[in-house]
């Protein structure tokens, strides 16, 4: 009965990944917009998560602010979903465009003799964050979440493969391949701004967080530095990928400090880019979505 759900469940999927590369890369990110809008936007509605969410982060705005953002940030969401399966072939679309800022600036960093974490936020489209770095001319190795669905799992892997490197499935083992992955000269890119249950309690927008340490820990087993990467959407299909200059040294700092440090970038980008954010999970712990909205 399992394997008849997860078929049931990969078919339309399946039958969706195929419209979205007949159809091509704008015009699929434009029906995941719409979808988006629609659809996702009514369904973020009826759970309350991310107005619950915006309204901790933005006090000050008005339910009908908090909607505008909802909106949009489901029209990003669904972008990013049908961007998925047309990695590969958004190269091809003159409305496509995937351009970097300050990678000069960190270009010694890339080319020394430390392994390289970059560090990012499901924000804009996190997967071009990728495809640039790539483009760039370095292998990339990213540590993923298993999707429950086997189908739909291979089927996100082969979309990803199409611009990195190698994939880690996290959990038993993920840490041990992930050092020497590093330590054969690849780089890593990691999305932390999601919780994690069995984190520690470190303040997001000042208040505490379950967030995940273990990418502290990998950059600190394998004398790697971690550099902030901000992806954002413009346009609709055009993005621009930000490194920062100011590079972290975890090995010189608590992993406490650490954690605090890459907190702020978060909230920094999350307040300057709040349409672009993904506000549909429960970041904090599930007594605060218990409690009413104003």
Known sequence: MKRIRHLLE????????????????????NLGGFIGRYIGYWYALWT???DKNIQRVFPSLSPDERKKIIKRSADNFGRTFFEYFVLDLADQDPAFKNESSGFDKVADY??????IIGFSAHLGNWEMGAKNYVSHGYALTIIYRTINNPYVDALI???RGTIVANQISKG???GIASIRALKSGQHMVMLVDQKFNEGIDIPFFGHAAKTADGFVKLAIAANAYLIPILITRHNRTQFIVRYWDEVIDPTQMTIEDCLLKVNHY???WITTYPDQW???HRRWD?????TSLS
């Open 10 to 29: 990969y078919i339309p999927i399946y039958l969706l990944y195929h419209l979205c590369r007949l159809i091509g890369f704008k015009h699929a990110s």
């Open 48 to 50: 309350k998560v991310a």
């Open 110 to 115: 890339l080319t020394g003799k430390r392994p």
């Open 157 to 159: 892997l082969k979309c």
């Open 172 to 174: 038993k083992g993920s």
């Open 266 to 268: 978060l909230e920094e």
């Open 278 to 280: 993904f506000w549909f």
């Open 286 to 290: 599930k007594s605060f979505y218990r």
